[in-house]
């Protein structure tokens, strides 16, 4: 798997190509827009992240040149403009997805584990970890053949852990990624402690081994693969 | 300043004219009358001397007494009167004296003198009607009255007229300005005229716009730029913390250590998403407006809302019952709204305390128990107004209700009421 980071934050590229290494990703990095638009050429990537100011040039048109040349890259915007008008027309140019900065990489790694599966298997919609077969179209979850009935947080809970498996992901995250844009308004995050304790229930009675989830001191947790 | 009755600009102008013409006319009329009616007595007077003299010196001194009657026949404005000894003489009188034409008693102006005829005394009476002299100043009096009057009407009338035509450039003027948003950063074009006064308001209106639109984008850069400035730093400080918990080794004081700066990592990054949320409601970036079902809306937020009140052992009660509520509202700001109030009310709930969220014909109503005493009115709405030390909030809540309330006109009001913190908006 190809992924070119396109950020001029030299500590933030620096902690999302570490990150993605770890994750069996091969990440290469350009800081400017030139740099960038040399890399598209010469190679194909599977993944893009694309900040979308760059010192040198605007990282929309950087979106624009990509899909002139009709290259079948994944694009995910990484951006600090917030604001709504440049996430539609971002998307609208040919994005995948924005992601707006700050954001965890945890998040970011699940949406590079959707964005990249979905080009690969189009067809296929079926994921598989530590004996669980999940169904993505139906959100359907089953072990040994049986299904495994979820909530749909526990089923976006789930997924989110399969997506940055071997990683600890942090209770922040979670919280933020189960709750989208209300998360920030709450600072309570025992909410994510109770749906990993049924998660790991439902599991657990379906007769899968119950390691697979690892607690982290309450700061986090993992799938363990 | 609204109580004040305004009135067009040519109305008051106009009053002042017409007041002054009137009183004008009030005072020039009687004065006009007065002084010819002076001036003209003063002329006869002066012609009555002058027949005096005329009689005295040519005739008198040969008029013998037998022919006075003779002189009297045919001297119909001159008489010559015995003297009886009581008529004041050398003086000017106005009386009534019979007239043989109109056969009436006409107004006249007669001097008396006294003379001698063959060493006798007699009294020469001169006299003069006066009564055409007051027909010809009253008919003069009421011309002038009448030209007055047409002239005042006249200039009434021209001055509507003109008004029209003078003032059509300014009138086009302020339909530009109203036309005017300052949202799409369009600089009106005026229209080029020949008065100079118009043509300076022009000049310095667009002038005036044209720095507004520049602050307006300025202010408008300066959001987003602020906006990126702190959330990169932000995001590369988040991002480490993320790489930080991926040691093998850490301890579990250090996990605690990560964690508590993720909670402060997290405040940060939520009050600078709401500052930059009253920054845009404050430049009216959030104006497209849909119909908004409020009931619909409070479906959406209520279970993941419910299910925080949940873990923060809060009792719920919401009525909300079947019917809709339909609004105009842009949706981001009315689900903020509906966000921060509720949210509020779980963050700042009594342990095993009661939330209730009520929708009320066009009112929403969310209650929380209190702590025990009411909140301070004046500061509630402020921008880190009412910071509570305990929970950790933006500080930025009620005041982002507060604004997007204004911006809809919608009334938002707080109560304390039995231990209840109270909090009720009322749409439209």
């Known amino acids: 798997m190809k992924i070119l980071l396109i950020e001029d934050e030299a500590e933030l590229a620096q902690s999302i190509v570490e990150y993605l290494s770890k994750q069996d990703y091969l990440c290469e990095h350009a800081a400017t827009y030139n740099n960038a638009i040399e890399r598209i050429t010469l190679y194909d990537y599977d993944c893009i992240l694309l900040d979308l100011m760059l010192p040198d040039g605007d990282g929309l048109s950087l979106l624009e040149t990509l899909k002139k040349e009709k290259k079948k890259t994944g694009v995910i915007i990484i951006s600090a403009k917030g604001s709504l008008d440049d996430r539609i027309k971002g998307i609208h140019i040919g994005a995948d997805d924005y992601l707006s900065k700050p954001f965890h990489m945890s998040e970011l790694g699940v949406r590079i584990y959707a964005l990249i599966r979905r080009a690969q298997y189009s067809s296929n919609n079926i994921i598989t970890s530590n004996g669980l077969t999940i169904n993505l179209l139906s959100k359907e979850v089953f072990f040994n053949e049986e299904e495994v009935v979820l909530t749909k947080k526990e089923f976006d809970l789930l997924l989110f852990l399969i997506g940055n498996k071997n990683r600890v992901v942090s209770k922040n995250a979670l919280a933020e990624h189960l709750s989208g844009d209300m998360a920030d308004m709450l600072d309570n995050q025992d909410f994510v402690y109770a749906h990993i304790k049924n998660l790991k229930g439902k599991l657990y009675k379906a007769g899968h081994n119950n390691d697979s989830i690892k607690t982290i001191y309450g700061v986090g947790y993992k799938w363990i693969e | 300043m609204d109580r004040i009755k305004k009135r067009k600009l040519l109305s008051k102008t106009l009053s002042y004219y017409v007041v002054f ?146 003032w059509r450039p300014f009138y086009q003027t302020l339909s530009e300005i109203r036309r005017f948003n300052i949202r799409n950063s369009e600089i009106p074009v005026f229209h080029a005229n020949n008065v100079r006064e118009f043509s300076q308001l022009n ?23 602020a906006s990126h400035e702190m959330q990169t730093p932000l995001a590369v400080f988040q991002s480490k ?105 779980i963050k700042h709930n009594a342990p095993n305390g009661n939330l209730s969220v009520e929708l009320e014909q066009n009112k929403l109503v969310v209650c929380n128990t209190g702590t025990g005493k009411s909140l301070n009115r004046k500061m509630l709405f402020h921008r880190f107004g009412q910071m509570n030390e305990k929970v950790k909030g933006s500080g930025l809540g009620l005041a982002i209700v507060k604004q997007i309330c204004v911006q809809y006109g ?17 749409f439209g």
């Open chain 2, 241 to 345: 913390l993320d790489i930080m918990l991926q040691q093998q080794d850490l301890s579990e004081s250090q996990m605690q250590i990560i964690q508590s700066l993720y909670e402060a990592t997290s405040r940060l990054t939520r009050m600078n998403k709401n500052l930059l949320l009253l920054a845009k409601i404050d430049n009216l970036q959030f104006l497209d407006t849909q119909d908004l079902n409020v009931v619909e809306i409070l479906d959406n937020l209520l279970p993941f809302l419910l299910e925080q009140a949940e873990a923060n052992h809060i009792t719920t009660t919401i009525k909300t019952g079947n019917k809709s509520l339909m609004i105009q509202a842009n949706r981001t700001l009315l689900e903020s709204l509906v966000n921060n109030l509720i949210t509020n009310a």
């Open chain 2, 410 to 426: 919608w009334d938002i009001a707080y109560d304390y009421e039995n231990g209840m913190h109270r909090f009720s908006v009322v």
């Open chain 2, 203 to 225: 000049k310095a209106v667009e002038i005036l716009i044209a720095n507004s639109v520049q602050a307006y984008k300025i202010q408008k850069e300066f959001t987003e730029n």
């Open chain 2, 21 to 166: 013409g009137i009183l004008l006319l009030l005072i020039a009329l009687p004065f006009y009358y007065f002084y010819y009616q002076r001036y003209y007595i003063h002329e006869i007077d002066e012609y009555l001397l002058g027949q005096k003299d005329e009689v005295c010196k040519k005739g008198l001194n040969t008029l013998r007494v037998d022919e006075i009657p003779l002189w009297n026949k045919f001297n119909i404005d001159k008489k010559i009167l015995p003297d009886d000894g009581q008529t004041e003489t050398s003086r000017f009188v106005t009386s009534e004296c019979y007239d043989e034409h109109e056969k009436e008693n006409i107004s006249c102006r007669i001097l008396y003198s006294r003379i001698k005829i063959e060493g006798k005394d007699y009294i020469l009476s001169i006299h003069l009607s006066i009564y055409e002299a007051k027909k010809i100043i009253q008919f003069g009096t009421i011309l002038h009255l009448i030209f007055f009057s047409i002239l005042l009407i006249g200039f009434v009338i021209i001055t509507h007229l003109l008004y029209k035509k003078l």
